[in-house]
């Protein structure tokens, strides 16, 4: 799988605008959240971090995964009572969307946008549920939190912040996988 052309030639600015990015789409679906949602409705840097994943070098990875973590303790507010927390689901938020990128990447027939972009789809949805899962589980067992509001809250979060965000920008940047 190729990378972007910008990632090859200046990964410092590429990385910089990933982050930035992040961060800007981290704020606004703060803005579209409930004002007693614990978790937003809609998470589009989750679709930005894949994206970047999918368009950045591998070496540039865990950069991106460090920058995204600690994006998402800042959008957080760093609650001192449940920092716990709040590193658990930026841990898994991120690696969700690395995992996504990763099976994408390794699994996409070159020519053929139907088998990518289904592939891709299907990915998306499992890799939610699993993370989903996992965040809801966790919040059961550190703060007795309902499994069953978590977790939707959680799977459609990552479903529509994945879809919405990185269909735009995979079309804006028109990069082949």
């Not at 995992?99 to 946008?113: E, S």
Request: glycine share 6%; with cysteine.
């Amino acid at each position: 799988m190729k990378t972007s052309l910008l990632s090859q030639k200046m990964p410092f600015v590429a990385i910089i605008g990933w982050l930035l990015l992040y961060y800007v789409t981290g704020e606004i679906s703060e803005i579209l959240t409930p004002p007693n949602a614990e978790i937003s409705v809609v998470w589009f840097p989750a679709g930005v971090a894949t994206t970047a994943f999918l368009c950045m070098h591998k070496r540039q990875w865990p950069i991106l995964l460090f920058g995204f973590i600690v994006l998402n303790l800042f959008l957080d507010g760093f609650d001192s009572e449940a920092i716990l927390i709040s590193v658990l689901y930026s841990i898994l938020g991120v690696l969700s969307c690395i995992v996504i990128a990763w099976i994408v990447r390794k699994y996409a027939h070159q020519d053929d946008d139907l088998h990518i972009i289904l592939l891709w789809l299907f990915t998306i949805i499992i890799v939610s549920l699993l993370d989903a899962v996992l965040f809801s589980v966790s919040m059961y067992w550190l703060d007795h939190t309902s499994i069953k509001n978590i977790f939707w809250d959680g799977f459609i979060a990552d479903i529509t912040g994945n879809i919405f965000a990185t269909t735009v920008m995979m079309g804006l940047i028109k990069y082949p996988i």
